[in-house]
């Protein structure tokens, strides 16, 4: 009797350690598959930084243009620029590429545009305020191109507060010829033009670069935690 219950004991202690040992070897297998994809992830992050970093190098993002200061707004995909105009401040945000448009209409009626000749897009809020001279702020929807801003519409707003259902006036295209061409006045006058629209072409060109190397880093920064 004695005899069998040592028998049964050994038979399970080693029964025990079998189980053990496999359990063992199947943690040390997948940690290790496990270690094999995290260095090839990191080796295929590590390659497309160098790419990156040598065939498209970043420049340092410039801190003013003319009298605008300029925020780059790192790990956003926008900036933000400001200046003051007499009693006037002015604010700018400013979207990375956010479309693009053939480079000619007569390529487009065609369906002939090239993607790689497409005219990129950039949209801006341009914002007009007077501080506690008025509790309206004077917005302006526009559009940058490679060598043109476009005004797409312009509204009041109240200070803080935009109105769900605010009627936000004519579309700036069927207004008179003559308002049209008095708001593009009032906006260049504020540095709001064509050389604005070509400075921020170059900075979202450098800001694209930027922010790809920065959202890789950050990838390979997080794989490579134990």
């Not at 605008?68 to 700018?92: A, C, M, T």
């Not at 008025?134 to 507060?161: K, Y």
Request: charged share 30%; glycine share 6%; proline share 4%.
């Amino acid at each position: 009797m004695a005899h069998r219950l040592l028998a049964s004991g050994a038979h399970r202690h080693l029964k025990s350690l079998a189980s053990s040992s496999s359990v063992s070897s199947r943690s040390y297998i997948s940690e290790m598959r496990h270690s094999a994809f995290r260095e090839k992830l990191l080796r295929i992050l590590r390659t497309e930084i160098a790419y990156e970093g040598e065939s498209r190098p970043a420049l340092n993002p410039a801190v003013d243009f003319g009298p605008f200061n300029v925020d780059h707004r790192p790990g956003e995909k926008w900036i933000q620029l400001r200046r003051s105009y007499g009693r006037e401040d002015i604010k700018i945000d400013a979207t990375m590429f956010d479309g693009a448009a053939p480079s000619t209409r007569s390529a487009a009626a065609a369906g002939e545009a090239d993607p790689s000749d497409a005219r990129l897009h950039i949209s801006l809020m341009v914002e007009v305020s007077k501080g506690d001279a008025s509790e309206f702020v004077l917005q302006f929807s526009c559009s940058a191109w490679p060598d043109d801003l476009e005004v797409d519409n312009f509204f009041p707003v109240r200070h803080g507060n935009v109105a769900l259902k605010q009627y936000m006036g004519l579309n700036f295209r069927e207004l008179d010829e003559e308002v049209q061409d008095a708001v593009r006045e009032y906006l260049e006058k504020r540095g709001v033009n064509e050389e604005l629209a070509v400075f921020l072409h170059g900075y979202m060109a450098n800001k694209d670069r930027t922010e790809l190397l920065r959202w890789l880093s950050n990838i390979e920064n997080f794989v490579k935690k134990q």
